[in-house]
């Protein structure tokens, strides 16, 4: 029978509705005396969850715009987003509702704000002047479908192409339609019978803001008169046109076409090309025609004071050119350079001095926006190098297969790890400074560093600065480079148990004090680094082989049929179940021809040079077995203090001592629980169930994203328990014979029940549920510790719980977390006298609770899949219990510390998050945030301490998200702002000759052609204003400016400022007339002085 508790149930009405139960009278009693001894600080009040920052590359990239004036780039993506970037260190994620794809952006230049154009055929002006931009005004176009924008440099009016080739103008202040439109047939020739294709290109000529040249899909250009609304020139090509360009001068454009070729236009001479130019095209002779080559996707033209233009253009390769990578080509007078880029090119732009374009453009670098990648070019050196890309651009590198967060990191790290990772620095960038630069920086609020770890595909890992919401690379270790590469495909060996990636990272184990780094891969591979700053030539790499693999003679099988006797291995006494080696093993098979003894991976066998920084100690593989491929690992744990490192898989668990290279226990799952095995089970030959592909039969399973390319690595235990948590049976034989290691937790603490004092153990938590503990005892320090063996042995202590184990911690009496006993880094390859002086004063260190009476006890906090408990010890009583979910399953769940308490945070897989006190598990935050729609979320999603969290929110980028009210109130501050008064640079001179003759810039009365007044209104049906959120931010942010509001204040200050004219002229009426009616005054006194009073 249930017992509610309703103090606790009244604590979580604000979260989930759980009900904490306890067994019998007694603990709930035993209960109610902890409640009062250990005073619980975390409230509801206290949580708050919400997004901070986004970062990483935008994943699909399609559209991008730069403001000249206030330096700052943005980029649209094919799923709505929108990245806006400034300085290094000023960045910002917007996304549109409706999740179409950004097709064109275009900057109200330093105005603040932007123009969107979507694939749903909807506009929007999004107000930057706020550090969250919102959307102030929306325009969705419902007959048309909208194909290119143009926003003339200081006006108010867009011009919107579409695909029926009709141009429509929006008015940006109001976001209305004006009723002037341009209609495709009064553009293009009476005479022409076929429709000219979509509008391709739409721009005003630099020197007559009057004449708006229309480029036209099937190769029609029109210079179009606003004022007489008809055409003055059509030019025709036979190639379909991709995009146009101007000189500056307003006398010439370029086309670029599908054929490769490039028209140069003479403005009043629209029968034939000026010139034309094929610069990738083989120049055959006998004056033939160049041969055709891939289409120009856009060409711009950039002119210099100095010297020749510029035209740069992407595409346009020859088609022989088989796979050679994409190209930006710039041409500068006679002089070509193609430059290749790694990815396919989506857009690029050339930055130019000036914002006007009737002046000299003066290029000065060129942004390449790429499919994976983002390239500023330096226009202004020799061989135009990149600049050095100081964003967080490179997480997908290659893909990522595993993440940790740590917070809270001692202050020496990152200072280490960046020391070691400038080394790695590639050389030959520009010499400039990073040219987009807008925006200021927030204010730092947080004083504690922050560490991100990803682990990829290719076998890397880094080490990213996460530190006040920025994010920045410290250092890259390559775990591949201690293995043999195969050079091709036929070379691999056949041992390998995935078909690509085998050096993938799938678990990560770092212990920040010591600096000692342990991973998993997904070849069955465990690697041990140490971390030191002198470089080593390591002659001969440690290695260790461990036969991981439990069968039992003559078991008979479920169908009855009989399986041959196979030699069963030991428990870590029989020496051939361990085979240590420092070179890779030779023996390939068994008698009877199948695979045996041999790892996934071959280890190198010449000397290695291993920079500063992580350090190879020890390289540990699971080897086949009689045919049998090593299963995945599942969990791994280090603790630097006992000098251990213990992982495990679906068959067993491993144990070594890294500092004496020695297997210390070698068993499998079932072996675990001695003659204490709940379900009686009778370990089966795993031969019968084998999976076909190693272990890798359910990787795919749930993954909905085809972008993944890595699917190796995704085989972690939160993997495993989706197949197994959705069946409502977890009692199958097949199952319960491929229990798992899901959970390894190293810790000081009481093993069993009849203990008085803790001593050093390991907790193991498996996939069914079960908790079983492990006693260490540990050699002393100092020389005994690399001579006298550790000895381990199973406690006898189980506990239970609902659904695969997750994680462990301890809390002491106060409910304080004890952290696992951890040795402070020193260098490894000191001199002789330091390491002797060292040893000396370096005792273990071990967690507060050795030092604890006798009296004092502990509280192990167990979280599963299904629920959490919190177990006094040693008793092994169970004081406090919560159901987390009953229907969903947690797929990673954290004990962590904030606000100078502790709490549990859980994420389940029907996208909740949820926070619970410790110990008594109260609800304290229940929040429905994401869906899980992929294994990718699942498998990089974590909590870290001070109420951080994150995951990977695409292949490309990171999502961090914070659940601390405090850090939500602070956020404001701490977000960088885009927007910053710059002043508009001045117009170019036109010139005394050019103002005299007319040659300069002519100017156009837009409002007089487009207003309401003029062009009258546009048809209802066309278009639909949709007024957009903003905010209550967006709504002062609209208030202090953005276009309209600013041309209104404009207006305003010109109204005020005549009205202040007028009105000191009616003041200095009114003194003139006070000074002339006291003269008058003064006169009528002295005129009267004397007379009485009856002389009047």
């Given at each position: 029978?249930?017992k509610?508790?309703?103090?606790?149930?009244?604590?979580?009405?604000?979260?989930?509705?759980?009900?904490?139960?306890?067994?019998?009278?007694?603990?709930q009693?035993?209960a109610?005396?902890?409640?009062t001894?250990i005073?619980e600080?975390l409230?509801?009040?206290?949580?708050?969850?919400?997004?901070?920052v986004?970062?990483g590359f935008?994943y699909?990239?399609?559209?991008?715009?730069?403001?000249p004036v206030q330096k700052?780039?943005?980029?649209?993506?094919?799923?709505?987003?929108?990245?806006?970037?400034?300085r290094?260190?000023?960045?910002?994620?917007?996304?549109?509702d409706s999740g179409?794809?950004?097709?064109?952006?275009?900057?109200?230049i330093?105005?603040?704000?932007?123009?969107?154009a979507?694939?749903?055929?909807?506009?929007?002006?999004w107000?930057?002047?706020?550090?969250?931009?919102a959307?102030?005004?929306?325009?969705?176009?419902?007959r048309?479908?909208?194909?290119?924008?143009?926003l003339?440099?200081?006006?108010?009016?867009?011009?919107?192409?579409?695909?029926r080739?009709?141009?429509?103008?929006?008015?940006?202040?109001?976001f209305?339609?004006?009723?002037?439109?341009?209609?495709?047939?009064k553009?293009?020739?009476?005479?022409?019978?076929?429709h000219?294709?979509?509008?391709?290109?739409?721009?005003?000529?630099?020197?007559?803001?009057?004449k708006?040249?229309i480029?036209?899909?099937?190769?029609?250009?029109?210079?179009?008169d606003?004022?007489?609304?008809?055409a003055?020139?059509?030019?025709?090509?036979?190639?379909a046109?991709?995009?146009?360009?101007?000189?500056?001068?307003g006398k010439q454009?370029?086309c670029?076409?599908?054929?490769?070729?490039?028209?140069?236009?003479?403005?009043?001479?629209?029968?034939?090309?000026?010139?034309?130019?094929?610069?990738?095209?083989?120049?055959?002779?006998?004056?033939?025609?160049?041969?055709p080559?891939?289409p120009?996707?856009?060409?711009?033209y950039?002119?210099?004071?100095?010297g020749e233009?510029?035209?740069?253009?992407?595409?346009g390769?020859?088609y022989?050119t088989?796979?050679?990578?994409?190209?930006l080509?710039?041409?500068h007078?006679?002089s070509?350079?193609?430059l290749?880029?790694?990815y396919?090119?989506?857009?690029?732009?050339?930055?130019?001095?000036?914002?006007?374009?009737?002046?000299?453009?003066?290029?000065?670098?060129?942004?390449v926006?790429?499919?994976?990648?983002?390239?500023?070019?330096?226009?202004?050196?020799?061989?135009?190098?990149?600049?050095?890309?100081p964003?967080?651009?490179t997480?997908h590198?290659s893909?990522?297969?595993?993440c940790?967060?740590?917070?809270d990191?001692p202050?020496?790290?990152?200072?280490?790890?960046?020391?070691v990772?400038?080394?790695q620095?590639r050389?030959?960038?520009?010499?400039?400074?990073?040219?987009?630069?807008?925006?200021?920086?927030?204010v730092?609020?947080?004083?504690?560093?922050?560490i991100?770890?990803?682990?990829?595909?290719?076998g890397?890992?880094k080490?990213?600065d996460?530190?006040?919401?920025?994010?920045?690379?410290?250092?890259?270790?390559?775990?591949a480079k201690v293995?043999?590469?195969?050079?091709?495909?036929?070379d691999?060996?056949?041992?390998?148990i995935?078909?690509e990636?085998?050096?993938?990272?799938?678990?990560?184990?770092?212990?920040?004090?010591?600096?000692?780094?342990c991973?998993?891969?997904?070849?069955?591979?465990?690697i041990?680094?140490r971390?030191?700053?002198?470089?080593?030539?390591?002659e001969?790499?440690?290695?260790?082989?461990?036969?991981?693999l439990y069968?039992?003679?003559?078991?008979?099988?479920?169908?009855?049929?009989?399986v041959?006797?196979?030699?069963?291995?030991?428990?870590g006494s029989?020496p051939?179940?361990?085979v240590?080696?420092?070179?890779?093993?030779?023996?390939?098979?068994?008698?009877?021809?199948?695979?045996d003894n041999?790892?996934?991976?071959?280890?190198?066998?010449?000397?290695?040079k291993?920079?500063?920084?992580?350090?190879?100690?020890?390289?540990?593989?699971?080897?086949?077995v009689s045919?049998?491929p090593?299963?995945?690992i599942?969990?791994?744990?280090?603790n630097?203090?006992?000098?251990?490192?213990?992982f495990?898989?679906c068959?067993?668990?491993?144990?070594?001592?890294?500092?004496?290279?020695?297997v210390l226990?070698n068993?499998?799952?079932?072996?675990?629980?001695?003659?204490?095995?709940?379900?009686?089970?009778?370990?089966?030959?795993?031969?019968?169930?084998?999976?076909?592909?190693?272990?890798?039969c359910d990787?795919?399973?749930?993954?909905v994203v085809?972008?993944?390319?890595?699917?190796?690595?995704?085989?972690?235990v939160?993997?495993?328990?989706?197949?197994?948590?959705?069946s409502?049976?977890?009692?199958?034989?097949?199952?319960?014979?491929?229990e798992?290691?899901s959970?390894?937790?190293?810790?000081?603490?009481f093993?069993?029940?009849?203990?008085?004092?803790?001593s050093p153990?390991?907790?193991?938590?498996?996939?069914?549920g079960?908790?079983?503990?492990?006693?260490?005892?540990l050699?002393?320090?100092?020389?005994?510790?690399?001579l006298?063996?550790?000895?381990v042995?199973?406690?006898?202590?189980?506990?239970?719980?609902?659904?695969?184990?997750l994680?462990?911690?301890?809390?002491?009496t106060?409910?304080?977390?004890?952290p696992?006993?951890?040795?402070t880094?020193?260098?490894?390859?000191?001199?002789?006298?330091?390491?002797?002086?060292?040893?000396?004063?370096?005792p273990v260190?071990?967690?507060?609770?050795?030092?604890?009476?006798?009296?004092?006890?502990q509280?192990?906090?167990?979280?599963?899949?299904?629920?959490?408990k919190?177990?006094?010890?040693?008793?092994?009583?169970?004081?406090y219990?919560?159901?987390?979910?009953?229907?969903?399953?947690?797929l990673?769940?954290?004990?962590?510390s904030?606000?100078?308490?502790?709490c549990?945070?859980?994420?389940?897989?029907?996208?909740?998050?949820?926070?619970?006190?410790?110990p008594?598990?109260r609800?304290?935050?229940d929040v429905?945030y994401?869906?899980?729609?992929?294994?990718?979320?699942a498998r990089?999603f974590?909590?870290?301490?001070?109420?951080?969290?994150l995951?990977?929110?695409s292949p490309?980028?990171?999502?961090?998200?914070?659940?601390?009210?405090?850090?939500?109130?602070?956020?404001?501050?701490?977000l960088?702002?885009?927007?910053?008064?710059?002043?508009?640079?001045?117009a170019?001179?036109r010139?005394f000759f050019?103002?005299?003759?007319g040659g300069?810039?002519?100017?156009?009365?837009?409002?007089e052609l487009?207003?309401?007044?003029?062009?009258?209104?546009?048809?209802?049906?066309?278009?639909?204003?949709?007024p957009?959120?903003?905010?209550?931010?967006?709504v002062?942010?609209a208030?202090?400016?953005?276009?309209?509001?600013?041309?209104?204040?404009r207006?305003a200050?010109?109204?005020?400022?005549?009205?202040l004219?007028?009105?000191?002229?009616?003041?200095a009426a009114?003194?003139?007339?006070?000074?002339?009616?006291?003269?008058h005054?003064h006169?009528?006194?002295?005129?009267?002085?004397?007379?009485?009073?009856?002389?009047f």
């Amino acid at each position: 029978m249930r017992k509610f508790n309703i103090r606790k149930v009244l604590d979580g009405l604000t979260a989930v509705s759980a009900v904490a139960s306890a067994s019998s009278a007694a603990q709930q009693q035993q209960a109610g005396n902890r409640e009062t001894e250990i005073q619980e600080t975390l409230q509801s009040e206290h949580f708050q969850l919400c997004k901070t920052v986004r970062h990483g590359f935008p994943y699909q990239p399609s559209a991008l715009a730069f403001d000249p004036v206030q330096k700052i780039l943005a980029i649209g993506t094919q799923t709505g987003a929108l990245r806006l970037f400034g300085r290094p260190g000023v960045e910002c994620y917007c996304q549109h509702d409706s999740g179409a794809a950004v097709i064109q952006l275009q900057f109200l230049i330093n105005e603040g704000a932007l123009v969107s154009a979507l694939a749903d055929d909807t506009l929007h002006l999004w107000n930057l002047r706020q550090k969250r931009p919102a959307i102030l005004h929306s325009l969705k176009f419902n007959r048309e479908r909208i194909t290119f924008c143009h926003l003339p440099f200081q006006s108010k009016w867009l011009y919107v192409g579409t695909e029926r080739g009709n141009i429509h103008i929006v008015n940006v202040e109001s976001f209305t339609l004006s009723g002037y439109v341009i209609m495709w047939n009064k553009a293009i020739e009476l005479s022409s019978k076929s429709h000219p294709g979509p509008v391709v290109h739409i721009s005003d000529n630099p020197m007559d803001e009057g004449k708006l040249l229309i480029g036209f899909e099937s190769g029609t250009v029109v210079l179009w008169d606003l004022k007489s609304k008809k055409a003055d020139y059509r030019y025709t090509h036979d190639e379909a046109i991709h995009s146009v360009a101007w000189h500056h001068e307003g006398k010439q454009f370029i086309c670029s076409h599908s054929d490769g070729t490039l028209t140069i236009w003479n403005v009043k001479s629209p029968t034939k090309p000026f010139q034309t130019i094929t610069p990738h095209g083989k120049q055959l002779k006998d004056g033939k025609k160049p041969e055709p080559c891939k289409p120009i996707l856009k060409v711009e033209y950039k002119t210099t004071r100095a010297g020749e233009p510029f035209i740069i253009l992407s595409g346009g390769l020859s088609y022989d050119t088989v796979g050679r990578r994409p190209c930006l080509t710039v041409m500068h007078g006679k002089s070509t350079a193609v430059l290749e880029m790694d990815y396919s090119i989506v857009d690029f732009l050339t930055l130019c001095e000036t914002p006007y374009p009737n002046d000299f453009q003066e290029p000065y670098a060129v942004v390449v926006l790429l499919e994976k990648d983002l390239v500023l070019i330096d226009l202004a050196q020799n061989g135009y190098p990149i600049f050095e890309n100081p964003y967080p651009l490179t997480i997908h590198e290659s893909p990522v297969t595993c993440c940790e967060y740590f917070a809270d990191c001692p202050v020496d790290l990152i200072p280490a790890l960046y020391s070691v990772g400038a080394r790695q620095k590639r050389q030959g960038y520009s010499k400039k400074e990073w040219p987009i630069s807008g925006g200021n920086w927030g204010v730092i609020t947080q004083s504690y560093s922050e560490i991100i770890i990803t682990g990829h595909a290719d076998g890397s890992i880094k080490f990213w600065d996460a530190s006040a919401i920025t994010l920045q690379v410290l250092y890259k270790l390559k775990t591949a480079k201690v293995f043999e590469k195969s050079r091709n495909k036929d070379d691999r060996p056949n041992t390998d148990i995935v078909d690509e990636d085998p050096y993938a990272i799938q678990i990560i184990s770092w212990c920040p004090e010591s600096r000692m780094l342990c991973i998993a891969g997904v070849s069955a591979h465990v690697i041990i680094y140490r971390f030191s700053k002198q470089e080593v030539t390591t002659e001969v790499i440690p290695m260790l082989e461990i036969r991981l693999l439990y069968e039992i003679n003559d078991i008979e099988t479920p169908d009855g049929e009989q399986v041959p006797p196979v030699p069963t291995p030991g428990t870590g006494s029989n020496p051939q179940s361990i085979v240590p080696q420092s070179h890779p093993s030779t023996s390939s098979s068994s008698s009877d021809g199948l695979r045996d003894n041999v790892p996934c991976l071959k280890v190198k066998n010449s000397p290695l040079k291993q920079s500063p920084g992580y350090q190879i100690e020890l390289v540990i593989q699971l080897v086949w077995v009689s045919g049998e491929p090593p299963q995945q690992i599942t969990s791994l744990a280090i603790n630097s203090a006992y000098g251990l490192v213990v992982f495990g898989n679906c068959n067993g668990i491993a144990m070594v001592d890294y500092l004496q290279k020695t297997v210390l226990l070698n068993l499998g799952t079932i072996e675990l629980y001695g003659s204490n095995d709940p379900y009686r089970r009778e370990p089966r030959s795993p031969r019968k169930a084998r999976q076909p592909s190693g272990g890798l039969c359910d990787i795919n399973e749930g993954t909905v994203v085809p972008e993944d390319r890595c699917k190796s690595p995704t085989s972690d235990v939160k993997d495993n328990s989706f197949s197994r948590s959705r069946s409502s049976s977890v009692t199958s034989i097949d199952k319960e014979s491929r229990e798992a290691i899901s959970a390894l937790h190293f810790c000081e603490t009481f093993t069993r029940k009849a203990d008085t004092s803790p001593s050093p153990c390991l907790w193991v938590g498996t996939t069914l549920g079960t908790v079983l503990v492990i006693v260490l005892n540990l050699p002393p320090g100092g020389e005994q510790r690399l001579l006298q063996p550790v000895i381990v042995s199973p406690s006898g202590t189980i506990l239970r719980l609902k659904g695969a184990i997750l994680r462990m911690a301890f809390l002491d009496t106060t409910g304080s977390l004890v952290p696992p006993a951890h040795e402070t880094w020193r260098e490894h390859y000191e001199d002789k006298d330091e390491k002797e002086k060292t040893k000396k004063r370096r005792p273990v260190s071990v967690s507060p609770s050795s030092s604890q009476e006798i009296s004092e006890n502990q509280y192990a906090v167990i979280c599963s899949e299904k629920q959490a408990k919190v177990i006094s010890l040693p008793s092994q009583n169970c004081i406090y219990k919560q159901n987390i979910t009953e229907t969903s399953f947690v797929l990673r769940g954290d004990i962590v510390s904030l606000s100078n308490s502790i709490c549990l945070a859980c994420f389940c897989a029907n996208g909740h998050i949820m926070t619970f006190s410790l110990p008594s598990l109260r609800p304290l935050l229940d929040v429905y945030y994401l869906p899980l729609t992929n294994m990718r979320i699942a498998r990089t999603f974590c909590f870290t301490d001070n109420g951080q969290a994150l995951y990977l929110v695409s292949p490309t980028e990171i999502q961090r998200l914070t659940y601390s009210q405090e850090t939500c109130e602070n956020l404001q501050e701490m977000l960088g702002e885009l927007f910053t008064l710059v002043e508009t640079p001045e117009a170019p001179n036109r010139g005394f000759f050019k103002g005299l003759f007319g040659g300069g810039a002519q100017s156009l009365d837009r409002e007089e052609l487009f207003g309401e007044s003029a062009s009258g209104k546009a048809s209802r049906s066309l278009a639909q204003h949709i007024p957009g959120p903003g905010g209550i931010e967006g709504v002062k942010g609209a208030a202090s400016g953005v276009v309209g509001e600013l041309a209104r204040a404009r207006l305003a200050l010109d109204e005020r400022g005549q009205k202040l004219g007028e009105l000191e002229e009616k003041t200095a009426a009114m003194l003139y007339s006070a000074d002339s009616f006291s003269k008058h005054a003064h006169e009528m006194m002295l005129k009267y002085k004397d007379k009485k009073w009856y002389q009047f």
